[in-house]
């Protein structure tokens, strides 16, 4: 066979030569059609894309004005934002598929620019240093191979002396070598930690921007398991860009170098040098063609994958922080069968992946050892059996060129040597840029995610949440509107900037779940210093979302909300809850919380106890973490305290004294409150009715009780929420 297609080859290159064409001309004029026509090849799917892409665009038109011939008349009134919701359902379809795709490289164009911010930076060293050593092993792949096609010469001419110098030669290259390839693993691992850093600062940074933490998981629903998506997936995804950095760059380097040295030690050869490299474009295109439209979508699978992993460990974490409370109650069964459930996902989508891997590997395997082998075979055959310039052999009968046949048959033993080393190298690094194919669908899903997640953690630190919301009614009394499915946040925060104004005001501002229930259509009341307030009401009321909403945790969708700033040096606000939190570290750093010891030096605070170092959360009991939490309250002085229900477990000998002190420091208290024995210490009363309605209302000095039944005639809008809200700020009592 690949006599036939020399043959063929030399006789269409001699009858062009005769017709006046030259050879080298008619060579590359093959080879860029070749190259032409596989760049047409490449493009042809993404210009497919983007002529289907430009026909849903029309498409989506001709949708929009069929589908309003059906539509009711709310829908009607507002085309436009039927048609926005179609393209953000279409986008977030889209989004839920990761893969080779435009998206995907915008995605990954937006991480490398975090990734690597400048021009001069630790990263593009590390980059320029390792391109370097992928170059030098290219470089001693190749003289390796040549030194080993040398070596072989040698064995067939029995030159002992050359022999032992060569393979002395090859040992001494073999500690550059080495080096060079540990160097590139060290230097793959610098990156992808590099890499990595860059990526948790910036993502830590969204992350603590405007209580995006709390936000992230409480008022918006598209990241699930932010900590698994913070730790894992940005370390899978940066090892995978630093590892596909050499497993791109390398085989580049190789084919092109390679390419280089097979070329001159054809036309050394004196054969043709077309043949080859023709055919094995023309194999290697199919084959890759054929690989790509069977290959599985593995950036999806992975995607999945991870998404199922971040699940199992949610489940784990949920145990490991609740272990007391599930041991009490016994509820083992039921967490083992969740934690049974969610591995046993883990464990289906990984099954899914390993099918599909298996029958698609085989294809590979079968492509690149099989097809390509032969195609190899051929390829180094082709200049021996085409070759013009060298005595051959066999046809070679006469006695005075005996000699040159044997330097004939050693030369050609020689370049076969060289030319199957190097065609070894550059199948190898074909290889691998076929598995790169691989590695990259799969970094696709690991960019969606963390790209997606560092999106996410932007809009919702600019106030930009999306939830799916189930709500009965949506335009429950006009307090709600909605854009896209989501609530507006049309409510105004004033911030007050004069610094004596210590004044909290809220003007009409309802009270509203993330969830889009109304606990409250609309508060309206002003708090000023010494004011100290007793908040009550039933469970579920909104005593506490009135917290979150003061403390900016919650968005406000309607009203005025005018909070003071910090001032002489205290916290405005500071809330403590039923269950304190403990953080990591000493006694002190637990009084001191949210402040650093550095923080309280500067605040002129020193002493030298409280140093023991010890996990508070397990070991205070729960009277003591309140405890904890008041001297928290006392070190940090500030202008309001907003206390839910933080005494609950301390007795109420202490609570008084408690009460008394904060008061003594001047600390305006809000308290949420169901004991009675707190009521003294106030002076007004704020009183929910569980149906919306509220009472606001100074306390009578010797108030010890909750508010008598007959009182409730003067709740404020205690109507259901299908109406327009009665209470307005004239309605509301003056204070
Ligand atoms: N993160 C949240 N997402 C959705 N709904 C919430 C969230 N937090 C609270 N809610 C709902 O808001 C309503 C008011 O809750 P809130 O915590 O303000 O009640 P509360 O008056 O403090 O009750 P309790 O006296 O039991 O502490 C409840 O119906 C609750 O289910």
Redesign the pocket.
């Given at each position: 066979m690949p006599t036939v297609i020399s043959k063929f080859a030399r006789k269409s290159f001699d009858k062009l030569e005769e017709l006046g064409y030259s050879k080298v001309a008619v060579s590359k004029g093959l080879v860029s059609t070749a190259l032409l026509a596989y760049c047409l090849k490449l493009s042809y799917p993404y210009i497919k894309q983007q002529l289907s892409a430009n026909e849903t665009k029309c498409d989506n038109g001709q949708l929009n004005r069929n589908e309003n011939n059906n539509l009711t008349k709310a829908d009607v009134e507002d085309p436009e934002e039927k048609i926005e919701k179609i393209i953000i359902e279409k986008k977030q379809r889209r989004r839920k598929q990761p893969g080779l795709n435009l998206e995907f490289i915008l995605q990954l164009r937006t991480l490398i620019q975090i990734m690597v911010p400048r021009v001069l930076c630790e990263e593009t060293g590390l980059l320029a240093v390792h391109t370097l050593c992928l170059i030098s092993r290219t470089f001693l792949s190749i003289y390796v191979a040549a030194m080993e096609g040398a070596i072989v010469k040698y064995i067939v001419r029995k030159d002992v002396k050359n022999f032992v110098l060569m393979l002395l030669k090859w040992f001494g290259i073999a500690i550059p070598a080495t080096f060079i390839n540990s160097m590139i693993r060290y230097l793959e691992n610098k990156l992808a930690l590099a890499f990595r850093t860059r990526l948790v600062n910036h993502a830590y940074k969204l992350y603590f921007k405007n209580q995006t933490y709390y936000k992230v998981s409480?008022l918006d629903g598209r990241i699930e398991n932010a900590d698994h998506r913070l730790t894992d997936d940005i370390s899978t995804f940066s090892s995978s860009v630093a590892h596909l950095y050499s497993h791109l760059t390398k085989p580049c380097f190789d084919l092109m170098l390679i390419g280089i040295a097979m070329a001159r030690s054809s036309r050394k050869m004196k054969a043709n040098i077309v043949m080859g490299p023709a055919l094995a474009t023309i194999v290697i295109g199919t084959t890759a063609h054929i690989m790509r439209v069977v290959s599985p979508k593995f950036g999806q699978l992975v995607s999945e994958e991870a998404n199922r992993n971040g699940y199992l460990r949610h489940v784990h974490s949920k145990i490991i922080t609740n272990a007391e409370e599930i041991a009490f109650y016994g509820g083992h069964k039921v967490e083992h069968a969740q934690l049974q459930d969610a591995y046993s996902r883990l464990v289906n989508q990984m099954n899914s992946i390993f099918t599909q891997k298996l029958w698609f590997i085989m294809l590979e395997q079968f492509f690149m050892k099989y097809v390509w082998s032969g195609t190899g075979m051929v390829m180094v055959s082709l200049p021996i059996l085409t070759t013009t310039g060298l005595p051959n052999g066999p046809h070679d009968r006469s006695n005075t060129i005996r000699s040159n046949t044997e330097h004939g048959v050693s030369e050609r033993t020689q370049y076969f040597t060289t030319a199957r080393n190097l065609l070894l190298s550059g199948a190898d690094a074909i290889e691998r840029l076929m598995s790169s194919y691989k590695e990259i669908v799969a970094l696709a899903g690991y960019t969606s995610r963390v790209a997606g997640m560092l999106e996410v953690f932007d809009e919702v630190s600019r106030g930009v949440y999306q939830k799916t919301v189930i709500t009965a009614d949506r335009n429950v009394a006009g307090i709600l509107e909605f854009k896209n499915d989501q609530p507006i946040a049309k409510g105004m925060i004033v911030c007050s900037d004069n610094e004596s104004d210590m004044t909290i005001s809220l003007e009409n501002v309802p009270v509203v779940?993330?969830?889009c229930?109304i606990?409250v259509s609309s508060l309206t009341l002003t708090i000023m210093p010494g004011m100290h307030l007793l908040i009550t009401?039933p469970?579920?009321?909104?005593?506490?979302?009135l917290f979150r909403i003061l403390s900016g945790l919650w968005p406000i969708y309607g009203g005025t909300l005018c909070i003071p700033k910090p001032a002489q040096g205290k916290p405005c606000m500071f809330y403590i809850p039923q269950r304190p939190y403990m953080s990591c570290g000493s006694l002190r750093d637990q009084i001191i919380y949210p402040d650093t010891r550095k923080d309280m030096l500067n605040k002129n605070i020193t002493e030298d106890s409280f140093d023991e170092i010890r996990d508070w959360k397990d070991t205070l009991s729960g009277g003591e973490k309140q405890r904890m939490a008041m001297a928290r309250l006392f070190y940090h002085k500030p202008h309001y305290a907003l206390l839910d229900e933080c005494t609950s477990a301390v007795s109420v000998d202490v609570e008084s004294s408690i009460y008394e002190t904060a008061k003594s420091m001047g600390i305006t208290l809000l308290t949420?409150t169901h004991r009675p024995t707190l009521w003294k210490f106030h002076t007004h009363i704020l009183e929910f009715d569980g149906q919306g309605g509220w009472v606001f209302e100074p306390l009578a000095k010797d108030a010890k009780q909750k508010v008598p039944k007959s009182r409730q005639s003067v709740y404020q809008n205690h109507k259901p929420f299908t109406d327009a809200p009665e209470t307005s700020p004239s309605a509301a009592p003056a204070v």
């Open positions: 409480n779940t993330p969830n229930d606990v009401g469970n579920g009321c909104g005593k506490s979302s949420i």
